[in-house]
């Protein structure tokens, strides 16, 4: 069972789920190598990857866990990390997290 949940903006978060996103950009490092929850921010990410994917800011949930991620590795250098995902799984129900959602990591239980 996932602990923690990373927080991805949308459309990058159902990119994720399809299995077309496979590294996460991210600043910093990190050593967490285990299955987490994606939640799908209620940030809005760049309209251009919207459109790239023919949709539009509301056409996909935010504000909720959608699915899970295995974090597999962590490569890059200062200031240019990319965080490795594998095996991502939906969840059935989209999740409202009981507690609140930080930038990056937070406990969603």
Same mark, same amino acid.
């Given at each position: @069972?996932?602990?923690?949940?990373? !927080? #991805?903006? =949308?459309? /990058?978060? %159902? =990119?994720? @789920?399809?299995?077309?996103? #496979?590294? &996460? $950009?991210? !600043?910093?490092? +990190?050593?967490?190598? %285990?299955? #987490? /929850?994606? /939640?799908? !921010?209620?940030?809005?990410?760049?309209?251009?990857?919207? &459109? %790239? @994917?023919?949709l539009?800011?509301?056409?996909?949930? +935010?504000? #909720?866990?959608?699915? +899970?991620?295995?974090?597999?590795?962590?490569?890059?250098? *200062?200031?240019? /990390? &990319?965080?490795?995902?594998k095996?991502?799984?939906? *969840?059935?129900?989209?999740?409202?997290?009981?507690?609140?959602? =930080?930038? +990056?990591? $937070?406990?969603?239980?």
């Amino acid at each position: @069972m996932c602990k923690r949940a990373l !927080s #991805v903006r =949308q459309p /990058y978060a %159902e =990119q994720i @789920m399809r299995g077309e996103k #496979v590294f &996460e $950009f991210r !600043s910093g490092p +990190t050593k967490i190598r %285990e299955r #987490v /929850y994606i /939640y799908a !921010s209620l940030t809005p990410g760049d309209i251009e990857d919207w &459109e %790239e @994917m023919n949709l539009r800011p509301g056409d996909l949930p +935010t504000g #909720v866990l959608i699915g +899970t991620v295995e974090l597999a590795d962590c490569t890059g250098e *200062l200031g240019d /990390y &990319e965080w490795h995902l594998k095996a991502p799984e939906r *969840l059935p129900i989209n999740l409202k997290p009981a507690k609140h959602p =930080q930038p +990056t990591w $937070f406990f969603p239980f």
